[in-house]
């Protein structure tokens, strides 16, 4: 096994700590075995042993992605998702796309739902060698009722589309559990709010009983359940009913508050998709309508999310990366940011949220996220400290090495790539051409 001295670094732990000066990481194979000043090395080892010199340098945990959907290939519309999207084409372009996620300095992430079920194959490729890419668990489709889902009408009233898989009672809800866990599945997601053209924002589509039948025969399968939540009683009732993980938990009230609180249930805001359209938005072309439909929730939810922060509960890191506001390979450090500028975190605290904390996501707590011995050795080592200034984690010109499950990761830009046929949508215009416009 390979043996690796990082020498000399300002060592980030992940616990929240403050760093370590001029201290060593020593990792041998997959695994760091130690963490201090002055390490020695095992006779054994020391001839062929890669000394990395990092005066001056932070050492850290590489970075969790707790909400990434890396098969969706960043569709900037429901449209182009739902009807544009074919298995073979799908699947390439997720294993070139996870190499941008890891080199964005990401070693771990959580793929939470996608498309065709491809997740867990990509999973499994890259645990083979065959894919390069972070440790990665999946879900697979969201189980969603008819009414479900963030796509309007293009959620069929029965089967599979996009990512959805529609379920209509409680047999298929328990059916549709079995073989997902059956197909690798290292997760289940339920959309337990979802938008219908003709009602504003999203409502509340699935029923406390409903939501406690997945549960429990994920539950009693050992796979754990994650809920899209966008709305305070949608919130309360995945608690209430089991959920491990809540997403969003958008617009929280009093009561939903007090049950994640009470029952410590880790939650993922996933803020970035919402702080990038609000912020640069406009220089994507992103319409005033698309912005209006999360407008203020940033605001209302971060405050009620720090006071369940204050109580002990954990805020998971999320990118929600795989979206035309949120490509692969850019957005992946932005959560941190968006925790400490609205929620008031430090870097340090962020930076535990997106490392030790985050880990809880993929189930690996104890596993990954921390420089401390016994720990996999998914290690970031950049220039500057992102313990003062944690945007600079989201600037890969700083990262100088990456090593994930103890292997270095060649950091050099992606290629450019042309697209496939077929992968994007063109219009004819962006409105209709009135007589008014031509003549105006």
Same mark, same amino acid.
């Given at each position: 096994?390979?043996?690796?001295?990082?020498? &000399?670094?300002?060592?980030?732990?992940?616990?929240?700590?403050?760093?370590?000066?001029?201290?060593?990481?020593?990792?041998?194979?997959?695994?760091?075995?130690?963490?201090?000043?002055?390490?020695?090395?095992?006779?054994?080892?020391?001839?062929?042993?890669?000394?990395?010199?990092?005066?001056?340098?932070?050492?850290?945990?590489?970075?969790?992605?707790?909400?990434?959907?890396?098969?969706?290939?960043?569709?900037?519309?429901?449209?182009?998702?739902?009807?544009?999207?074919?298995?073979?084409?799908?699947?390439?372009?997720?294993?070139?796309?996870?190499?941008?996620?890891?080199?964005?300095?990401?070693?771990?992430?959580?793929?939470?739902?996608?498309?065709?079920?491809?997740?867990?194959?990509?999973?499994?490729?890259?645990?083979?060698?065959?894919?390069?890419?972070?440790?990665?668990?999946?879900?697979?489709?969201?189980?969603?009722?008819?009414?479900?889902?963030?796509? &309007?009408?293009?959620?069929?009233?029965?089967?599979?589309?996009?990512?959805?898989?529609?379920?209509?009672?409680?047999?298929?809800?328990?059916?549709?559990?079995?073989?997902?866990?059956?197909?690798?599945?290292?997760?289940?997601?339920?959309?337990?709010?979802?938008?219908?053209?003709?009602?504003?924002?999203?409502?509340?589509?699935?029923?406390?009983?409903?939501?406690?039948?997945?549960?429990?025969?994920?539950?009693?399968?050992?796979?754990?359940?994650?809920?899209?939540?966008?709305?305070?009683?949608?919130?309360?009732?995945?608690?209430?009913?089991?959920?491990?993980?809540?997403?969003?938990?958008?617009?929280?009230?009093?009561?939903?508050?007090?049950?994640?609180?009470?029952?410590?249930?880790?939650?993922?805001?996933?803020?970035?998709?919402?702080?990038?359209?609000?912020?640069?938005?406009?220089?994507? &072309?992103?319409?005033?309508?698309?912005?209006?439909?999360?407008?203020?929730?940033?605001?209302?939810?971060?405050?009620?999310?720090?006071?369940?922060?204050?109580?002990?509960?954990?805020?998971?890191?999320?990118?929600?990366?795989?979206?035309?506001?949120?490509?692969?390979?850019?957005?992946?450090?932005?959560?941190?940011?968006?925790?400490?500028?609205?929620?008031?975190?430090?870097?340090?605290?962020?930076?535990?949220?997106?490392?030790?904390?985050?880990?809880?996501?993929?189930?690996?707590?104890?596993?990954? &996220?921390?420089?401390?011995?016994?720990?996999?050795?998914?290690?970031?080592?950049?220039?500057?400290?992102?313990?003062?200034?944690?945007?600079?984690?989201?600037?890969?010109?700083?990262?100088?090495?990456?090593?994930?499950?103890?292997?270095?990761?060649?950091?050099?830009?992606?290629?450019?790539?042309?697209?496939?046929?077929?992968?994007?949508?063109?219009?004819?215009?962006?409105?209709?051409?009135?007589?008014?416009?031509?003549?105006?």
């Amino acid at each position: 096994m390979k043996t690796v001295l990082i020498a &000399g670094g300002n060592v980030i732990d992940g616990t929240g700590s403050a760093p370590q000066t001029n201290t060593d990481v020593l990792i041998k194979g997959d695994r760091i075995i130690g963490v201090g000043k002055n390490l020695s090395i095992d006779p054994a080892d020391s001839a062929s042993c890669e000394k990395i010199d990092a005066t001056g340098l932070t050492v850290m945990p590489g970075l969790i992605d707790a909400h990434v959907h890396v098969t969706l290939g960043e569709p900037r519309t429901n449209d182009e998702l739902f009807m544009h999207r074919d298995a073979p084409t799908s699947a390439i372009l997720a294993a070139y796309n996870v190499r941008k996620i890891l080199k964005a300095g990401v070693t771990s992430m959580l793929d939470v739902d996608g498309i065709f079920n491809i997740g867990p194959a990509l999973r499994d490729s890259i645990n083979a060698g065959i894919v390069e890419g972070p440790t990665m668990r999946s879900g697979s489709y969201a189980l969603m009722t008819a009414v479900g889902g963030t796509a &309007g009408k293009l959620i069929p009233d029965s089967g599979t589309a996009g990512y959805a898989e529609v379920v209509r009672n409680k047999e298929e809800m328990v059916l549709a559990v079995r073989r997902q866990v059956k197909e690798g599945a290292d997760i289940i997601k339920i959309h337990v709010t979802g938008s219908i053209p003709t009602r504003s924002g999203e409502i509340q589509v699935w029923t406390r009983d409903e939501l406690k039948v997945v549960c429990d025969t994920a539950h009693d399968l050992g796979v754990r359940v994650t809920a899209h939540c966008r709305g305070d009683k949608a919130t309360l009732d995945a608690v209430m009913a089991g959920v491990d993980i809540i997403w969003h938990a958008s617009f929280l009230g009093d009561a939903a508050l007090e049950a994640i609180i009470d029952k410590k249930v880790p939650v993922g805001p996933v803020f970035t998709f919402l702080a990038n359209l609000s912020e640069y938005g406009h220089k994507a &072309g992103a319409t005033s309508t698309a912005k209006s439909i999360f407008a203020g929730e940033l605001e209302h939810t971060g405050a009620k999310l720090r006071e369940a922060y204050d109580a002990g509960v954990k805020l998971l890191s999320g990118s929600e990366s795989g979206f035309s506001m949120t490509p692969y390979g850019h957005w992946h450090a932005r959560e941190m940011e968006v925790f400490v500028q609205h929620l008031g975190l430090t870097p340090l605290q962020a930076i535990t949220c997106a490392t030790k904390d985050n880990a809880v996501a993929l189930d690996e707590d104890g596993e990954t &996220g921390c420089i401390s011995s016994g720990y996999r050795a998914d290690v970031l080592i950049l220039d500057g400290d992102p313990s003062k200034n944690v945007s600079l984690l989201g600037d890969k010109s700083k990262f100088r090495y990456l090593y994930c499950r103890g292997k270095q990761v060649d950091l050099s830009p992606m290629p450019p790539r042309s697209l496939f046929r077929g992968e994007q949508t063109s219009s004819w215009s962006d409105v209709a051409l009135t007589r008014e416009i031509a003549l105006s």
